[in-house]
């Protein structure tokens, strides 16, 4: 067990539709960072949050957001699905906002858009 | 465009054999590498990393080899145990990130027959 958690496990809903991914860090990481792996695929980086702010931003689309909380919790938000967003989406946590740190990963979310 | 990449989707081992898995990158300003290996149903977990001032980082029954003017890095597993079935994710890190944004590849599923 990582410590971070990730809700809801599954998900299935329809294009067009919206959905919200939530993420808890290990207790004491002020880094929150959300992958996209599809199909066949490796992690993609979507976005770090680094204590409430945006820290470095990766291939995300403009149909995704994602925030982090003040009690440091992130949630990734997908509009706009389309059948390509299909995907695993893992959260992943740091002490910290660089330096090598090691990133502990959630279990994942599975989307599937039907 | 897929800047780490492991050509190899999969390798299948007999227990007490040595693994040997395999990644390579494109961009020369990678500096820090490191492999973390995956479950099913569960998130990548941290194995082993090395930066690019060294060629070889060993952790027990792991190590990792780094070939700098080839831009290819190597996971040893010596000896292979059952337990290691997992799929094995490379990823590679550059100082130039302001934050701490990974670059993964797309995974080699080891299994390891005993």
């Known amino acids: 067990d990582s410590g971070v958690t990730q809700t809801p496990k599954h998900l299935i809903t329809a294009t067009g539709q919206r959905v919200t991914l939530r993420c808890s860090p290990r207790?004491?990481?002020?880094?929150v960072y959300w992958y996209q792996q599809s199909l066949d695929q490796g992690l993609q980086f979507l976005i770090q949050y680094y204590n409430g702010e945006e820290r470095a931003k990766g291939n995300i689309l403009e149909r995704f957001s994602a925030q982090q909380f003040p009690d440091l919790h992130s949630e990734l938000n997908l509009s706009s699905l389309e059948l390509g967003d299909s995907a695993l989406y893992f959260c992943?946590?740091?002490?910290?906002?660089?330096?090598?740190?090691?990133?502990?990963f959630g279990p994942g979310t599975r989307l599937l858009v039907l | 465009d897929q800047q780490v990449k492991q050509n190899s989707p999969s390798l299948s081992v007999q227990e007490g054999r040595i693994s040997i898995l395999n990644c390579d990158y494109t961009?020369?300003?990678?500096?820090?590498f490191l492999w973390y290996k995956k479950y099913p149903a569960e998130g990548p977990t941290f194995l082993i990393s090395i930066s690019s001032i060294k060629d070889k980082n060993e952790d027990g029954r792991f190590t990792v080899f780094l070939n700098k003017s080839a831009k290819h890095l190597s996971l040893h597993i010596v000896p292979s145990q059952p337990g290691d079935s997992a799929v094995y994710f490379c990823?590679?890190?550059?100082?130039?990130?302001?934050?701490?944004?990974?670059?993964f590849g797309t995974g080699t599923s080891l299994t390891v027959i005993p």
């Open positions: 207790s004491g990481d002020l880094s």
């Open positions: 990823a590679a890190d550059t100082h130039a990130n302001t934050g701490n944004q990974f670059y």
């Open positions: 992943a946590s740091s002490v910290g906002t660089g330096g090598r740190e090691t990133q502990y």
């Open positions: 961009n020369s300003m990678f500096d820090y």
